[in-house]
């Protein structure tokens, strides 16, 4: 089976602009989580949404959003670009979302770089 | 709050010696559950292992071997003759419901180099 998909792999924007990253998770899961890694760091988490419905959300502000499709398939927008917002984006689908602490499979990031 | 530390920025080994990675935690809930990812230069975090916090057994698979300790609030992480394709960043990572238990609370990572 295949595993979590991302595209694009590698994204070049300039400050101000929007942008859209993709996400297709593991056959059969449901929640797909949305995580951001800056260069030397733990990754940190920004969305979850399980059953098209957002279950929760990290400390990032309102240019970030999310949604998720009826096929599960998501979608991360990030609005009015920084120079920080460069970094990995990586994508974690998992079966339900909680209780259990669900394990999260990671798909292999969109590496965003903001000039 | 919920918090991961891995102290160890960076480790470097020679082929074939054994390798302690350290993962200490923070949480006031009862239930929660841990884990380890591998970072390999690709990006991608590959799923290593998953333990809840009311089972402390250790677990060894192949190489690898986890250590639980609720009396220290760790998770060690040992690789045993490790090899040049062990070469990665490692996270720990914790979720319970403080944070909620969808949510992961990662570390900084520990960068392992495993010389030939």
């Known amino acids: 089976d295949a595993g979590v998909t991302q595209s694009p792999t590698h994204l070049i924007k300039t400050r101000g602009q929007h942008v859209t990253l993709r996400c297709s998770p593991i056959?059969?899961?449901?929640?797909v989580s949305w995580y951001q890694q800056v260069l030397g760091q733990g990754p940190q988490f920004i969305f979850q949404y399980y059953e098209k419905e957002e279950r929760g959300r990290g400390n990032f502000p309102d240019r970030f959003s999310a949604r998720q499709f009826p096929n599960y398939s998501s979608e991360l927008n990030v609005n009015a670009l920084l120079l920080g917002d460069s970094a990995l984006y990586l994508c974690a689908s998992s079966l339900r979302s909680g209780p259990g602490g669900e394990t999260q499979y990671f798909g292999p990031g969109t590496r965003l770089l903001v000039l | 709050a919920q918090k991961v530390t891995q102290a160890q920025t960076e480790i470097s080994v020679v082929e074939k010696e054994d390798v302690t990675l350290d993962c200490v935690y923070e949480?006031?809930?009862?239930?929660?559950?841990l884990f380890w990812y591998k970072q390999p230069p690709s990006g991608e975090l590959v799923f290593l292992i998953r333990?809840?916090?009311?089972?402390?057994q250790n677990e060894i698979s192949g190489r690898y071997s986890w250590n639980f300790q609720k009396s220290t609030s760790s998770f060690n992480f040992t690789i045993t003759a490790s090899q040049v394709v062990d070469s990665a960043v490692y996270f720990c990572a914790l979720s319970g419901p403080t944070s909620g238990t969808y949510k992961y609370i990662f570390g900084t990572g520990t960068r392992l180099k495993v010389l030939a």
């Open positions: 056959s059969g899961h449901k929640s």
């Open positions: 333990r809840n916090s009311f089972d402390e």
């Open positions: 949480t006031r809930d009862t239930t929660y559950y």
